[in-house]
Antibody, heavy 118, light 106 residues
Framework: QVQLKETGPGLVQPTQTLSITCTVSGFSLTSYYMQWVRQTPGKGLEWMGF???????EYNSEFKSRLSISRDTSKNQVFLKMNSLKTEDTGVYYC????????????WGQGASVTVSS | DIQMTQSPSFLSASVGERVTLSCRAS??????LDWYQQKLGEAPKLLIYNTNNLHTGIPSRFSGSGSGTDYTLTISSLQPEDVATYFC????????FGAGTKLELK
């Protein structure tokens, strides 16, 4: 059974760094791409970036300067780190499985809610 | 960047009614268009990919069509469990989501 689950801090202060972990089961990170998508009140759903099955990454230019995506295949985990947080970064952050070759996001985690506030 | 415009933003329909949702791209997206359903408090769920391919386990009352810049999601007979917000997503050039159509029961 394919499962994805995000865990994050919930509350982050402005200017600080957000770290979220996506733990997956039922499939291998070396067979699928993993994408991060966020949903904010201001901009709706936005793709943030993804890590390929081989480990290389691509980032949305909107976030490129402050976003990092990495993984630990031995632990079946994918990591999102984004620095210089602003209140506009408040929202729900999802990890999603992206089928290699088609790019279709066919499975999503339940999301990690993040509030940026002092 | 490709922009995606969904219409209407809000739709009220009756059980059993045929419902049509639209999505327009700012340029040709070569049928790389997916539809997602998001219920309140849940993650988006894939319904249709590449314009007209029904994802595994999705009821056949959902269908998709379109080409070029204009795409449609049709629910042939609306059911109470279809109350949700529906998003389109283009994958022709990176990923861009539409703003969504919120569907409720009349």
């Amino acid at each position: 059974q394919v499962q994805l689950k995000e865990t994050g801090p919930g509350l982050v202060q402005p200017t600080q760094t957000l770290s979220i972990t996506c733990t997956v089961s039922g499939f291998s990170l070396t067979s699928y791409y993993m994408q991060w998508v966020r949903q904010t009140p201001g901009k709706g759903l936005e793709w943030m970036g993804f890590i390929r099955s081989g480990g290389s990454t691509e980032y949305n230019s909107e976030f490129k300067s402050r976003l990092s995506i990495s993984r630990d295949t031995s632990k079946n985990q994918v990591f999102l780190k984004m620095n210089s947080l602003k209140t506009e970064d408040t929202g729900v952050y999802y990890c999603a499985r992206k089928v290699r070759g088609t790019g279709v996001m066919d499975a999503w985690g339940q999301g990690a809610s993040v509030t940026v506030s002092s | 960047d490709i922009q995606m415009t969904q219409s209407p933003s809000f739709l009220s329909a009756s059980v059993g009614e045929r419902v049509t949702l639209s999505c327009r791209a700012s340029q040709n997206i070569n049928k790389y268009l997916d539809w997602y359903q998001q219920k309140l408090g849940e993650a988006p769920k894939l319904l249709i990919y590449n314009t007209n391919n029904l994802h595994t386990g999705i009821p056949s009352r959902f269908s998709g069509s379109g080409s070029g810049t204009d795409y449609t999601l049709t629910i042939s007979s609306l059911q109470p469990e279809d109350v949700a917000t529906y998003f389109c997503l283009q994958r022709n050039s990176w990923d861009t989501f539409g703003a969504g159509t919120k569907l409720e029961l009349k």
